[in-house]
């Protein structure tokens, strides 16, 4: 059988081979374990800590954003709203104004059928007036030619009576034709 050597032995030797001690390789695993700690405690938690505030700082500044996207979007609502409104009142005033210069033209129209139906009236009346006036002066200038003429052919005088009579009869034969 082979000889067995004990591993601390050969773990011995092999170290012993690369000048190092079993007291340095302690004495370095304390350096490990203070530097891993001081690391730690300098660098990795303000490290650690300055990240924790940062993630804060965005989610402040992401709650601000969504917070300002709702409050602009609530001023555009409100905009939206205010000019609905807006349009709805100038249709109002539009409506209000095409009824207004209706009534009016309306107003005016109407004065303006009763001045030419007063014109209409007056000038009727004038006509009237003119009318029987003409047929008066006709009348007269009829009955002074028809006496002319009866005179001429009975050759004698006409009494008023007759005269009268005669322009009656006259009278009624135009008068029918």
């Not at 000048?19 to 695993?29: A, K, Q």
């Not at 006036?133 to 009975?154: G, H, M, R, Y």
Request: charged share 40%; with cysteine; hydrophobic share 40%.
């Amino acid at each position: 059988m082979s000889q067995m050597i004990p591993l601390n032995l050969v773990l011995a030797s092999i170290l012993d081979t690369f000048g190092i001690s079993v007291t340095s390789i302690l004495l370095h695993l304390l350096n490990l374990v203070v530097l891993t700690v001081g690391l730690y405690f300098l660098l990795f938690k303000p490290v650690k800590r300055m990240v924790r505030e940062r993630q804060e700082k965005v989610k402040k500044i992401e709650q601000e954003n969504s917070e300002l996207n709702a409050e602009v979007k609530k001023l555009k609502d409100n905009t939206e709203e205010v000019l609905t409104e807006a349009k709805k009142e100038a249709a109002d005033i539009h409506e209000k104004a095409v009824r207004v210069a209706n009534q009016k033209a309306d107003d005016i129209i109407g004065e303006a059928k009763i001045k030419a139906k007063g014109l209409v009236e007056r000038t009727e009346k004038e006509l009237d007036e003119e009318r029987k006036k003409l047929q008066q002066d006709i009348e007269k200038e009829i009955t002074d030619v028809s006496f002319v003429v009866a005179e001429k052919v009975l050759a004698r005088d006409i009494t008023k009576e007759d005269n009268k009579r005669m322009i009656e009869e006259c009278l009624e034969e135009w008068s029918k034709k």
